[in-house]
Structure formats: C-alpha cells, structure tokens
C-alpha cells in the first residue's frame, strides 16, 4: 500500500511561519500531482495548493503571496511553506497524491492529516 507521511504541523502565533512535509512511500512508477487540502470544522475541504509533473502550480486565492509549493521528484516529497499566517489558516491539512503504479492503473492517495492552529 501506498503510504504519505506528513510532518510540520503545530501551533504558531499570527504572523508566522510553518513548513509543511509529506513523502510518500510504496510502489509508485510516476506522480502526476501532488497537493495540500484543508479542512476546517464544520467547513468544506478546499484545496491550498498544487503541483503538477510539470511543475504547473495553482493556489487558493486566500493563500496567493503567503504560501509556496515545491515537490522533490526524486525523493517523492511535496512541501508548503507557509509565511504570514492568520487565524483563519487554522484547519486540518491533508497531503494528496496521485500517481501510477506498475501496471499504470491510476490512483489517489491522502495522508492522515495534520493540524495547523494559528493563535495568539
């Protein structure tokens, strides 16, 4: 089974900054794209951030100038840096990833989620 392992999630007060990590381990062949999602409590999950084989990013637009996307191809790692944080950044953060096994059948994995509280 394919597993994300996330870490970098904690508490921090508005205005600061954390990095988020989330590799990815098991039998893969490529990744097409990985992403952050968020889920606060009683709210929708929306996506963050995502990148693309080619690089391609998209951004919420609550997240434009504050957060930055990356991925590691070789090490099948996806990071977010988050600067100037607010109170409403606060939420349950999930990695996703989808990739291509061996046989090229075509699947979406999610890490277990970790969570971001920004509070003063």
């Known amino acids: 089974q394919v597993q994300l392992v996330e870490s970098g999630g904690g508490l921090v007060q508005p205005g600061g900054s954390l990095r988020l990590s989330c590799a990815a381990a098991g039998s893969i062949f490529s990744i097409a794209a990985m992403g952050w999602y968020r889920q606060a409590p009683g709210k929708q999950r929306e996506l963050v951030a995502a990148?693309?084989?080619?690089?391609?990013?998209d951004y919420a637009d609550a997240v434009k100038g504050r957060f930055t996307i990356s991925r590691d191809n070789a090490k099948n790692t996806v990071n977010l840096q988050m600067n100037n944080l607010k109170p409403e950044d606060t939420a349950l953060y999930y990695c996703?990833?989808?990739?291509?096994?061996?046989?090229?059948?075509?699947?979406?994995?999610w890490g277990q989620g970790t969570q971001v509280t920004v509070s003063s």
């Open positions: 996703m990833m989808t990739y291509s096994d061996y046989a090229r059948r075509v699947f979406d994995a």
């Open positions: 990148i693309a084989s080619g690089r391609r990013t």
